[in-house]
């Protein structure tokens, strides 16, 4: 199930983004109680800005927590909560996996934040957070998505191939060995890897494991935001029923302990937020 918020709508992006863009969210909360969601590691980044009361950004297994504020964020490689206590509006833009690579000019790092106006020029920046801020959510959006359109792109053949060797992954549920991968695209497991730490910031097993895992809870989950609790109520129904560990890591990317530890810290921390 998703988790149920004041309000969350998902809005498509023009084609002249592909390859850059995938969707664009705007989330509202009044505030009135405490928010969180699970932040899957799906192999994408995140263009976001935030107005309002700001958030934070908790790790479940680590520890240690970040704001949740204006920045582009890299792939994750882990599951991360989001915790919202007071009114806020937030906009985001889902970016495909090698936007990054193509928007800016230094190398990616995984799970890394970078100032919007590595992206985005500072004056549309301050334009969109005012829009977003009065409410006019579409057009803030709008705003955002031209801007982007915008931007240069760096041309690349190993980014293209990149491109089609992580489409043949996805539409494949994540469920591939790298080197299945590798013989997709025509390349070597060698030229694969570094393809993905230079161009992603991930190696390719992680990229697979975010795509297994993202899969794995998005197919009993709704599109949009994530209840903590859904994932723990998953993971445990998939961890009863018994499936050998090589064929839990292979379904949802992680080894069954991970997943277990996962699970208990997700709980733990909605329990305390109670």
Do not use: I, K, N
Not at 38 to 52: S, T
Not at 204 to 232: C, H, I, K, M, N
Request: aromatic share 4%; hydrophobic share 50%.
């Amino acid at each position: 199930m998703a988790v149920a918020v004041d309000s969350y709508r998902r809005l498509p992006v023009p084609a002249a983004l592909e390859g850059v863009a995938e969707h664009a969210w705007v989330a509202r909360h009044d505030g009135a109680r405490r928010h969180t969601e699970v932040l899957l590691p799906d192999g994408r980044g995140l263009l976001q800005l935030v107005r309002g009361t700001p958030g934070r950004l908790v790790d479940p297994l680590a520890g240690g927590a970040v704001p949740d504020a204006d920045g582009v964020r890299s792939a994750l490689t882990h599951a991360l909560v989001a915790e919202q206590t007071g009114p806020v509006a937030r906009l985001g833009v889902q970016l495909h996996p090698v936007a990054l690579a193509r928007l800016r000019a230094a190398r990616p790092v995984a799970d890394a934040w970078h100032p919007l106006t590595e992206v985005l020029a500072a004056d549309v920046v301050a334009r969109v957070g005012d829009l977003l801020a009065a409410g006019h959510d579409d057009t803030a959006v709008a705003a955002v998505l031209d801007a982007l359109a915008a931007v240069p792109r760096r041309a690349d053949a190993d980014l293209d191939r990149l491109e089609d060797a992580l489409r043949f992954v996805d539409e494949r549920r994540g469920l591939v060995r790298q080197a299945d991968v590798a013989r997709a695209a025509g390349t070597s497991l060698g030229e694969l890897h570094r393809w993905c730490t230079q161009l992603l910031g991930m190696s390719p097993a992680q990229y697979l494991a975010a795509a297994r895992f993202s899969t794995f809870v998005r197919e009993y989950v709704a599109v949009g935001p994530v209840d903590p609790a859904a994932v723990v109520a998953v993971v445990e129904w998939f961890v009863e029923t018994g499936y050998p560990p090589r064929e839990v890591e292979r379904f949802t990317g992680l080894p069954p302990a991970e997943l277990r530890r996962l699970a208990e810290h997700l709980a733990a921390g909605a329990a305390a937020a109670r």
